[in-house]
């Protein structure tokens, strides 16, 4: 199975500032990999999904990129605002494709 | 339309005495999963069900865990004669199909304390 790491428990950034995450896995390379938000008392809310063949992916100010040969994505939240903080979670599917392994989650503060 | 719902949203029980954890999938969604999270960890893989049929139970931590699907809709995971670790977040998701790359949509979870 998957041993998932993610940077970090908690990141504290200033306002306006990019905030950077970190996932590396150390078996397999995935055929993708799906970014989810978690707010305190919430369940993970899906935010970007990459494939192996993407190398950046964005949606609005997130950023995420697949580096199959560092095994190795990152999230990036640029302009960062006191809302995007939260605990950002990293999924990869395992050999069953349903089946997804996630890591334990980074918590990002923004500070205003 | 309405989202993943669970009940109860918190549980106390004693330890020893048994427990049900109710899921309301989002509507036509034929997968649906159930994961654990103890506090700072992250998500830990329970079960899979496909229709009401559940072809991966290999994340059931021990026989006093089990879960059914009825109607292809509503789950109910059931942990019987609870113990402390046993205390925890149960989440459930589901997705349209259980294919690959799909969106996995959560519930609120079902916080369990057993005393």
């Known amino acids: 199975s998957q041993k998932i790491e993610q940077n970090s428990e908690a990141l504290n950034i200033q306002e306006g500032k990019t905030a950077t995450l970190t996932c590396n896995y150390t078996n397999y390379s995935p055929a993708y990999l799906q970014w989810y938000r978690q707010d305190p008392g919430r369940g993970p809310v899906f935010l970007l999904l990459i494939r192996e063949n993407e190398k950046e992916k964005r949606k609005e100010r997130l950023k995420v990129t697949f580096d199959t040969t560092l095994k190795q994505s990152l999230f990036h939240i640029t302009a960062s605002q006191p809302a995007d903080s939260a605990t950002y979670l990293c999924a990869l599917p395992g050999s069953n494709d349903y089946k997804l392994s996630f890591g334990a989650g980074t918590t990002v503060t923004v500070r205003a | 339309g309405a989202g993943v719902s669970q009940s109860p949203s918190n549980k106390v029980t004693e330890k020893g005495k048994d427990v049900e954890l109710r899921c309301d999938p989002i509507?036509?969604?034929?997968?649906l999963y159930w994961y654990r999270q103890s506090l700072g960890q992250g998500l830990e893989f329970l079960i899979y069900?496909?229709?009401?049929?559940?072809?991966?139970k290999s994340g059931l931590p021990s026989d006093r865990f089990s879960a059914e699907r009825t109607g292809g809709s509503v789950s109910t995971l059931t942990i019987q004669r609870t113990q402390q670790e046993d205390s925890a977040v149960y989440l459930c998701a589901s997705s349209p199909q259980g294919l690959g790359a799909e969106t996995q949509y959560f519930g609120p979870g079902t916080r369990l304390l057993v005393l």
């Open positions: 509507s036509g969604h034929t997968a």
């Open positions: 069900f496909q229709g009401n049929s559940a072809p991966d």
